[in-house]
T-cell receptor, first 113, second 114 residues
Framework: GNSVTQMEGPVTLSEEAFLTINCTYT??????LFWYVQYPGEGLQLLLK???ADDKGSNKGFEATYRKETTSFHLEKGSVQVSDSAVYFC????????????WGAGTKLIIKP | NAGVTQTPKFQVLKTGQSMTLQCAQD?????MYWYRQDPGMGLRLIYY???????DKGEVPNGYNVSRLNKREFSLRLESAAPSQTSVYFC?????????????FGPGTRLTVL
């Protein structure tokens, strides 16, 4: 079946540190991959996405590359800020699931000044 | 352009009471979704509506009913609330015709059942 696995949190970093949040997936067919972010007290919003192998999604200094060979879509940022503190969700969508999103459990990121 | 709106933002119910969560979107999307979010469990799909006039069960439909009132509105009803339904509920909308289409989320309803 289709599934998404994310690294468990919380992840605690100091400001300006390098961030990696791991995400791996299993899917039938050719999924599209997404990272969503949820700031405290808010709904989720799309951070970035990639629709085919080797695509790189990027937004707000965050990047993730669709790696078909390792079935991964790791989220990275070179220098995190306190304002990046949030919960990050990895998700996939495949045609056979009626394009529903399959979600990871979420990773809470805490950035300390 | 309000996006996805949800009412109420907060609600406290007693066990056995009923209530309806309202959701509306102004982006002309065909598909709408109801999720619940519990600590450590991510998002779980309760029901979805792929298009106006259709609804389908998601991962955790028991204890809930939905109505796709029109293209804009999708409501979630709890007929007899239970403490296990204490959660944060999110409505989302999107175009489900293509796998690369994102979903847009409302701000959520925080529900407590005593």
């Amino acid at each position: 079946g289709n599934s998404v696995t994310q690294m468990e949190g919380p992840v605690t970093l100091s400001e300006e540190a390098f961030l990696t949040i791991n995400c791996t997936y299993t899917a039938t067919g050719y999924p599209s991959l997404f990272w969503y972010v949820q700031y405290p007290g808010e709904g989720l919003q799309l951070l970035l996405k990639a629709t085919k192998a080797d695509d790189k999604g990027s937004n707000k200094g965050f990047e993730a590359t669709y790696r078909k060979e390792t079935t991964s879509f790791h989220l990275e940022k070179g220098s995190v800020q306190v304002s990046d503190s949030a919960v990050y969700f990895c998700a996939l969508s495949v045609s056979r699931s009626n394009y529903q999103l399959i979600w990871g459990a979420g990773t809470k990121l805490i950035i300390k000044p | 352009n309000a996006g996805v709106t949800q009412t109420p933002k907060f609600q406290v119910l007693k066990t056995g009471q009923s209530m309806t969560l309202q959701c509306a979107q102004d982006m002309n999307h065909n598909s709408m979704y109801w999720y619940r979010q519990d600590p450590g469990m991510g998002l779980r799909l309760i029901y979805y509506s792929a298009s106006e006039g259709t609804t389908d069960k998601g991962e955790v439909p028991n204890g809930y009913n939905v109505s796709r009132l029109n293209k804009r509105e999708f409501s979630l009803r709890l007929e007899s609330a239970a403490p296990s339904q204490t959660s944060v509920y999110f409505c989302a909308s999107g175009e489900s015709r293509f796998s690369y289409n994102e979903q847009f989320f409302g701000p959520g309803t925080r529900l407590t059942v005593l």
